[in-house]
């Protein structure tokens, strides 16, 4: 089954931090180029992040890939109450350069995993 599999999200304080990682089944992630996002309860999705032949990253996140795991990876710090959402990882296959990647036609998406941010 092709898929993509977010996870370590969760409840964490203001100020704190949290790492997600985005895995995929039945695919490699080393040919695509993946892009984090994020939704909270009424507002649009907002892109956070692109790893391809180039990175682009929102402020406080930081995007990473380890091809031996085939892994994509978030860490996010000094985390607000603003950013709690779903996040969700996709993948569109090539290696683009991530200038454009709020409206990339992505192959695949994940379910999200949920990130609260509160005290």
């Known amino acids: 089954q092709v898929q993509l599999v977010e996870s370590g999200g969760g409840l964490v304080q203001p100020g704190g931090s949290l790492r997600l990682s985005c895995a995929a089944s039945?695919?490699?992630?080393?040919?695509?180029?993946i892009g984090w996002f994020r939704q909270a309860p009424g507002k649009e999705r907002e892109g956070v992040a692109c790893i391809g032949s180039y990175r682009s990253e929102k402020g406080r996140f930081t995007i990473s890939r380890d091809n031996a795991k085939d892994t994509v990876y978030l860490q996010m710090n000094s985390l607000k109450p603003e950013d709690t959402a779903t996040y969700y990882c996709a993948a569109v296959r090539g290696n683009y350069s991530c200038s454009g990647y709020l409206i990339y036609e992505y192959d695949y998406w994940g379910q999200g995993t949920q990130v609260t941010v509160s005290s």
């Open positions: 039945g695919f490699t992630l080393t040919y695509y180029t």
